[in-house]
């Protein structure tokens, strides 16, 4: 099956400082790319799409400048968020959709833990 | 605005009997349905999708309804095992049609006890 793979799985940081998050498509192209949060026992909540090759598209109430997403390749969708503050701390997960599957298909996640 | 409930945060159950899920949705009428499975501090793995006209999907202990007059969907896994403990989201696809553009619900968090 498809394989998405997101790096890292873990991070920590200092309030104030930007991380970056990557999200590969393995063995297929993806055009297109999703970014969700997931705080604790809530549901996944999208924040963006991302297109490869143009701006990507944010859900109502994601701050763009603070959530930037870059689709650059057919393969790479990156997350990075600036200026990361405690409030920012969550689960975030990508996914990516194969042409020929129904289903999408997601990365492992990352927890982002802001100290 | 679209809402969906998983009504049970939480299940336990003994090994060997049928878990039963339960999804509901309102103010959507979804093309497809989708359930995945999350296990703690992982990405979703998907599951089974049940589209609109269709009533019923099995797959090995798994099946899943889908009834669009009662806008609900039961998930339910028979012989259930400890392996089986893990969270299950329903999904449905975002407006559009676009069924990779997700939204989910909170989630039942499914134990199996041996």
Sequence with gaps: GAVVSQHPSWVICKSGTSVK????????????????????????????????????????GVEKDKFLINHASLTLSTLTVTSAHPEDSSFYICSAPRGGFTEAFFGQGTRLTVV | SQKIEQNSEALNIQEGKTATL??????YS???LQW????????????????????EKRKERL???????????????????????????CALDGSGGSNYKLTFGKGTLLTVNP
């Design chain 1, 21 to 60: 998050i990557e999200c590969r498509s393995l063995d297929f192209q993806a055009t297109t790319m999703f970014w969700y949060r997931q705080f604790p026992k809530q549901s996944l909540m999208l924040m963006a799409t991302s297109n490869e090759g143009s701006k990507a598209t944010y859900e109502q």
């Design chain 2, 22 to 27: 339960t999804c509901n949705y309102t103010n």
């Design chain 2, 30 to 32: 979804p093309a497809y």
């Design chain 2, 36 to 55: 995945y499975r999350q296990d703690p501090g992982r990405g979703p793995v998907f599951l089974l999708l049940i589209r609109e006209n269709e009533k």
């Design chain 2, 63 to 89: 099946k899943v309804t889908f009834d669009t007059t009662l806008k609900q969907s039961l998930f339910h896994i028979t012989a259930s095992q400890p392996a089986d403990s893990a969270t299950y989201l």
